[in-house]
């Protein structure tokens, strides 16, 4: 199978998934309700060389994934929708995780079940209409460089290269400018964005009057800059704990905008609001919840499965 056909293939079947459990195709998606409404077991945990790793059920045992709990967000993200892939798809073996699409084996040749899982995770936490609705709120109708495929990957919650790969698929960059973007680091773009000496924040939102009202999946240490001269000097701001606005921003001049860091956890879908001086003017945005920890959304310490038998998942 060729990967134009293992595309085609998983295409189909994320669109299918996401329609049977009513998740949205125009912004950010859950897979962590999906896995869960799917009944498979999920857990994570440290495991060395590892991605994740799908079973599937049988007669006496749940089907279920594991996932590599000290991976960031996005890869954890992407990790869980590959191994759900798997079990949408039907594969039907044990499969240990070990390949990067950048490293190691030539993609050409992936077993063909690695080609459909790897291609659903990509059309399942990327759907078309959530690529174009979020490039609209970039003010894009493509990206047009490095920057705006790191600013989509953040409103998607999904990996920059992930997410380079999956627009290039989508022929909204051209290969060449594809191979050029893949060479350019995250946390280069971070520093640029941030304008900050030193280490730059974790990751670097870039937001304007076209994201007002945006979902934003914010994680702890994140940095939000928030481009808005109309709100003028001084302006105020309403959020949750865990949301400090910098006293001195440091990509926004003063009366252009303002700065927030994310330094705490968000337990619950939160308004960001600000507001100018006069109260004539306001910006806001929904921050949706941050993991608990670092580890991740399915990552705790002492439960390490969080959905399973115990939840009445059929088997
Ligand atoms: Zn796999």
């Known amino acids: 199978m060729n990967w134009l056909t293992a595309h085609r293939v998983a295409g189909i079947a994320a669109a299918n998934l996401r329609r049977r459990l009513d998740l949205p195709d125009d912004r950010y998606v859950d ?21 994740g790793m799908y079973f599937p059920a049988g007669p006496n045992r749940h089907g279920g994934i594991f996932l590599n709990s000290t991976m960031g967000e996005a890869t954890i993200r992407h990790t869980a ?47 078309i209409r959530a690529v174009k609705a979020t490039l609209i709120r970039l003010g894009l109708d493509v990206p047009r460089e490095a920057m705006d495929v790191y600013q989509l990957s953040l409103h998607l919650a999904t990996s920059y290269r992930g997410t380079l790969r999956h627009v290039q698929h989508l022929r909204m ?48 240490g994140d940095r939000l800059i928030v481009r808005a001269p109309w709100l003028g000097d001084d302006p105020e701001f309403t959020g949750p704990d865990g ?29 960001l609001t600000v507001t100018s001086r006069d109260r004539k003017e306001t910006w806001s945005v929904t921050l949706m919840p941050t993991p608990d920890d670092h580890r991740g959304l399915i990552a705790s310490a002492r439960a390490q499965i969080l959905i399973g038998p115990m939840s009445g998942a059929r088997r």
């Open 31 to 51: 897979v962590f309700a999906a896995l869960r409404r799917c009944g498979l077991m999920v857990a994570g945990q440290e495991m060395p060389n590892l991605f």
């Open 81 to 127: 929708a590959h191994e759900l892939g798997h079990a949408e798809l039907g594969h039907g073996r044990c499969l240990a995780e070990c390949l990067d699409p950048l490293s190691g084996t030539a993609p050409q040749q992936w077993p063909d079940e690695e080609k459909q899982a790897e291609a659903f995770a990509a059309w399942f936490l990327m759907p």
């Open 173 to 220: 960059v051209t290969p060449d400018a594809a191979r050029g973007w893949a060479a350019v680091q995250p946390a280069r773009l971070r520093a640029l964005l941030s304008c900050q000496d030193g280490q730059p924040p974790a990751r670097v939102w870039d937001l304007t009057g076209l994201t007002e009202g945006s979902y934003l999946p914010v994680e702890q």
């Open 243 to 271: 949301v400090t606005m910098l006293a001195d921003p440091h990509a926004v001049a003063p009366g252009e905008g303002v700065e927030f860091d994310v330094t705490g956890y968000i337990d619950s879908e939160s308004m």
